[in-house]
C-alpha cells in the first residue's frame, strides 16, 4: 500500500514543475498585457498632446501672419484711416451699450413697455451683445481655457 501511496506521490510531484511553470508564464503574460495596455494609452496621450502643440503652434504662426499683414496695410495708410479702422469694433460696442442703457432707460421710465423692449432686445440682439462683450473681456481668456 505504501508503495502504491508512493508511486502515486512520486507520479504525481512529476507534473509540479510544469504546472508551476505554466502560471508563472500566465502570470507573465498577464503582466506583459498590462504593460503593453499603458503604453498604448501613453501613446494615445502623448499624440493628443502633440495634436494640441501643433494647433497652438498654428494658432501663433496665424496670429502673427495676420499681425504682419495688418502692419504692412497701416504703413501704406493714411494716419486717417488706421484710426478708423482701430475705431470701429470700438464704437460698435460703445453703440451697442448706449441701445442697451437707452432701452433700460425708456422701459424704466415708462415710454415703452416689457413686450416692446422683448422685441427689441431679444435672444438675437442678446447674443450679439454677449458676443461684443466676450470678445473685449473673455475671448482669450476662453480660448486658453478650452485649450487646456
Given at each position: 500500500?505504501?508503495?502504491?501511496?508512493?508511486?502515486?506521490?512520486?507520479?504525481?510531484?512529476s507534473?509540479?514543475?510544469?504546472?508551476?511553470?505554466?502560471?508563472?508564464?500566465?502570470?507573465?503574460?498577464?503582466?506583459?498585457?498590462?504593460?503593453?495596455?499603458?503604453?498604448?494609452?501613453q501613446?494615445?496621450?502623448?499624440?493628443?498632446?502633440?495634436?494640441?502643440?501643433?494647433?497652438?503652434?498654428?494658432?501663433?504662426?496665424?496670429?502673427?501672419?495676420?499681425?504682419?499683414?495688418?502692419?504692412?496695410?497701416?504703413?501704406?495708410?493714411?494716419?486717417?484711416?488706421?484710426?478708423?479702422?482701430?475705431?470701429?469694433?470700438?464704437?460698435?460696442t460703445?453703440l451697442?451699450?448706449?441701445?442697451?442703457?437707452?432701452?433700460?432707460?425708456?422701459?424704466?421710465?415708462?415710454?415703452?413697455?416689457?413686450?416692446?423692449?422683448?422685441?427689441?432686445?431679444?435672444?438675437?440682439?442678446?447674443?450679439?451683445?454677449?458676443?461684443?462683450?466676450?470678445?473685449?473681456?473673455?475671448?482669450?481668456?476662453?480660448?486658453?481655457?478650452?485649450?487646456?
Amino acid at each position: 500500500m505504501l508503495s502504491l501511496l508512493g508511486s502515486l506521490l512520486g507520479f504525481g510531484t512529476s507534473f509540479l514543475p510544469s504546472l508551476m511553470s505554466y502560471f508563472q508564464d500566465r502570470q507573465a503574460k498577464a503582466h506583459e498585457l498590462a504593460m503593453m495596455e499603458q503604453q498604448r494609452e501613453q501613446q494615445i496621450a502623448l499624440g493628443e498632446l502633440q495634436i494640441k502643440h501643433v494647433n497652438v503652434e498654428a494658432d501663433i504662426a496665424e496670429t502673427a501672419a495676420l499681425l504682419k499683414h495688418d502692419s504692412g496695410l497701416n504703413r501704406r495708410a493714411s494716419q486717417w484711416c488706421v484710426n478708423l479702422a482701430a475705431s470701429v469694433r470700438p464704437v460698435i460696442t460703445y453703440l451697442l451699450f448706449i441701445e442697451f442703457a437707452t432701452l433700460t432707460f425708456m422701459v424704466a421710465f415708462g415710454m415703452i413697455d416689457n413686450d416692446m423692449y422683448r422685441m427689441i432686445w431679444n435672444n438675437e440682439f442678446q447674443a450679439i451683445w454677449a458676443a461684443v462683450v466676450s470678445f473685449w473681456f473673455g475671448a482669450r481668456t476662453m480660448a486658453r481655457r478650452q485649450q487646456t
